[in-house]
């Protein structure tokens, strides 16, 4: 199949653009004819390929830089992942990568759309039904991380952290409340130490022993920060699938995640991770101090947990199964291009 892929690409580092870079490189591997089209242009889109970030694309996948879609100059397709694009580019295809991260009008536009998406967690199939989606249009395509760059090489008697902790201030990952359960942490444990990592500088003052790590590239983060840390904290009201909370698990660290969605597909209770309720500041403090005062028990869940990831989450086995959907599509389009079900609300999906 000749697929494109298209986002108007910038030079910040993001997790769902990631997604399609690693998704365009998958595919190219499996011997599909891949075209990354990074356009249209935008006030943040890069000028020229050289300023994206690093990343090692597979030499399959070729590259457009484009001002407009409708650029004579792009090449015609099978498939193209954007909804929006022209036809010509190929039969639309949309990724679904959360629920409450952005407006309410923008979340329900791409769900009702009619035509399928690409959810990236199970949960999401789910959200989609909720806003109407013919089922037959929700694919779920478990996504992958990079094996090569976030796997466990350090033990946790040598971890210097006891927490590490993404910080991100989009209302949805809960940074306050996770800074409470640090800070309960630390009123409890004596010497306790964290690592919180992000972007954007925290907006307010952290608790003493925790150390801020500003923009960590992903060899820093698997090595300085997952793999010094022993439990990783996951505070968010909703994630669309929780790309951190993997990476540490890949790592050794044991999580201990709110239930936000995203990590129903890896955060199995007491199995591979401690799980609480969204918003429950107290209950992450006491479940992080739980693992980290039962060394056996932290362990367990951290050996399960990276075991679970590691035969889980793979960019090569998303791709064979995207790869079986986009040829049911192709072979008979008009299965799954149907008008949205009447909603007459959105129940919580959360």
């Known amino acids: 199949m000749i697929l494109n892929f298209v986002y108007p690409s910038s030079s910040d580092w993001t997790g769902g ?14 011997g599909h004819e891949v075209h990354f089209v990074h356009g249209p242009l935008t006030p943040h889109r890069v000028q020229r390929l050289d300023d994206l970030p690093p990343f090692r694309f597979e030499n399959g996948v070729e590259h457009h830089l484009a001002d407009a879609l409708d650029d004579p100059g792009l090449p015609s397709g099978d498939v193209v992942l954007m909804g929006q694009a022209p036809g010509r580019l190929g039969l639309p295809v949309d990724l679904a990568q959360g629920f409450r991260m952005f407006r309410e009008e923008i979340e329900r536009d791409v769900y009702r759309a009619p035509f399928p998406k690409v959810c990236v967690a199970s949960w999401l199939v789910d959200v989609g039904v909720r806003y109407g989606s013919p089922r037959q249009q929700l694919w779920y395509v478990p996504l992958g991380i990079d094996h090569r760059t976030f796997q466990a090489n350090t033990t946790h008697d040598r971890r ?31 010497g306790f130490r964290a690592a919180v990592f992000g972007v954007v500088s925290p907006p307010g003052p952290l608790p003493e022993g925790v150390e801020f790590w500003p923009a960590p590239d992903h060899p820093t983060l698997a090595n300085e920060i997952y793999n010094q840390s022993r439990v990783f904290v996951q505070p968010s009201f909703h994630e669309g699938f929780g790309y951190t909370a993997v990476e540490a698990m890949a790592c050794g660290c044991a999580l201990v995640t709110t239930d936000n969605g995203g990590s129903r597909d890896y955060a199995v209770p007491d199995q591979t991770a401690l799980v609480v309720p969204p918003g429950d500041a107290s209950g992450l403090a006491t479940a992080a101090e739980q693992l980290l005062r039962d060394d056996g028990r ?38 799954y291009q149907r008008a949205p079900a009447d909603v007459l609300a959105l129940e919580d999906a959360g």
């Open 17 to 30: 653009v990631i997604v399609l870079y690693e998704l365009a490189n998958a595919c190219a591997r499996r």
């Open 298 to 335: 932290r362990s367990r869940l951290a050996a399960a947990g990276s075991r679970l990831v590691r035969e889980r989450f793979d960019w090569d086995n998303a791709a064979a199964v995207l790869e079986r959907h986009l040829e049911a599509y192709v072979a008979d389009p008009k299965r």
């Open 160 to 190: 210097r952290y006891d927490v590490a902790m993404l910080c991100h201030t989009h209302r949805e990952k809960g940074l306050e409340v996770g800074v409470e359960a640090l800070a309960t942490l630390r009123r409890r444990m004596t």
